[in-house]
């Protein structure tokens, strides 16, 4: 379990003996990753879960509407809890367990929105329901800003999706309010320093965007997404040297503009009174840009993208398959034209790969 | 990471305005059922097969769907437009619709009341949802009530504020106060 901690001591000590490395920057070394919980293995994830898990016992308990018990006293049980959690944050923390006390607050914020569904319960409130999530959203938010906490961090992303979602669900409307909402999300982000929000924070807009899109039932809705990805795709690739600048973002910025254009043009195939020969130029196009994107992948040996193509290219044909079965092509035949093409892309990575290890070997 | 340089410091500031937010909530709850017109609304529970087993039922009333004929002069609604409902109640019990406006009426005789609300489908009736909608059913009491549906009538006792904001204080079978919800 804490393998990586012993590795990594090891090899201090080995590259401390050849002068690299000095016994002090050695102690830093060994001390960060004792704080950062990597040198900890398995324990900070079993802790997250046991977060969840108690969380989710909480949540269980308000849904049971248990009668036996009053309604001050099970409010009480739950401002207990939830104080309790606060206080097990500060006492690890004391102890310099800054993962683990990590979990504690996220069982606290787990707590808190348990505590909103139990006086939601208990007083029949109906009124508007994402109410109640942007409240909890924003008791994340305010623990991610107050604690640096990265849990409360991703939980807070969460709820605000949720929360827009179900809103627009509602309303039928644009909602608008999610867009600064999630810029300040990014702030916070980038001030926690922590990468994979930044991350979690694209799949929350590419989730909004479908979400908004399906909920308005918007005409030439795939139109949208697809001009949507094209054009971040194209700012980040304009704007890369800024955006980088910014946030260190630009390349997984313009991997998540392929996602979002490729999931619009394949939405615009399936739909049904999309006509043979629009069906054709538009699986051109993509197959088109799909190699281009392989290609340019290949070019700057960015794997993200290559692998993105790779995929792409599968799910095109896919779908290709399934929309032209019985009507443009006979089922043998597609899969003649698709063996075709699959090889003659396998013969181009094929020499790619020797063109690849021709340079590598001229390295050495 | 933590901007504050001592974390307690930062936990407590969490605590507290989390505390206080869930004591606002429940404040306002208690505020509006302890001082709001009381009246008593026959409702439906709406899906009778899946009835009381989840932990809630959804109730429709009888003033939720509102005729043409009620609606305020050259009123034009939408969806999710804010109405404010007139209700006209001898005592507590019966409430009819005698209007629907988007603008809260300026003076009202002694036998109406205001309730808000707000639409939920526009069509040759208005539909209008008031917060009234969802009932939690207490733990284990799901399948007796699931029985008398069809056989009793359901009514709901709810408390309306000045503001017209409505709360439910009780569900009602055949007239008597069944499931009375205590403040705390």
Known sequence: MFGYRKRLARDLDRWHERGWVERDHARAILDEVDESGLGLGLAPILAILAAVLLSFAAISFVAANWQDMSKLARLMLLFLALWGSYGLAWQ???????????????????????????????????????????????????????????????????????????????????????????????????????????????????????????NLRIDNAFEIITAVGLAVMATAYLAEAWIDRATGFAHAFFCYGMIIAFIGVLGWQLEDETSLGKLVLLATLTLGAILAAIFYGWRRGDNAVLWLGYGGFSIELLTLYFKTLGTLLDTSLFFLIAGLIVSGLAYFAWKLRQTQAGEAGGDI | MCPFRKYWYALLILAVTQTAALVWMVGDRVALLSSGREIVLETVPVDPRSLFRGDYVRLRYKISSIDQTLWAEGARFERNDEVYVTLRAKGRAHPEVISVGKNRPGTLKADELVIRGRVTYAGKKLSVRYGLERYYVPEGEGKRLERMVGKNNFSVLAAISGAGEAAIKGLMIDGALKYEEPLF
Do not use: C
């Open chain 1, 92 to 214: 690890l923390n004391e102890r310099k367990m800054t993962f683990f006390s990590d979990a504690a607050v996220l069982l606290g914020l787990g707590i808190f929105g348990a505590s909103i569904m139990l006086i939601a319960q208990m007083y029949h409130m109906e009124g508007n329901p994402p109410d109640a999530v942007l409240i909890w959203a924003a008791g994340a938010a305010l623990a991610a800003l107050l604690l640096g906490s990265k849990s409360a961090l991703a939980l807070a992303i969460i709820l605000f999706t949720l929360w827009s979602g179900w809103e627009s669900a509602l309303t039928q409307e644009w909602h608008l309010v999610f867009l600064p909402v999630w810029v300040g999300l990014v702030l916070l982000a980038q001030r926690l320093d922590w990468r994979p929000a930044l991350h979690l924070l694209m799949a929350a807009i590419i989730v909004w965007l479908f979400v908004q899109i399906i």
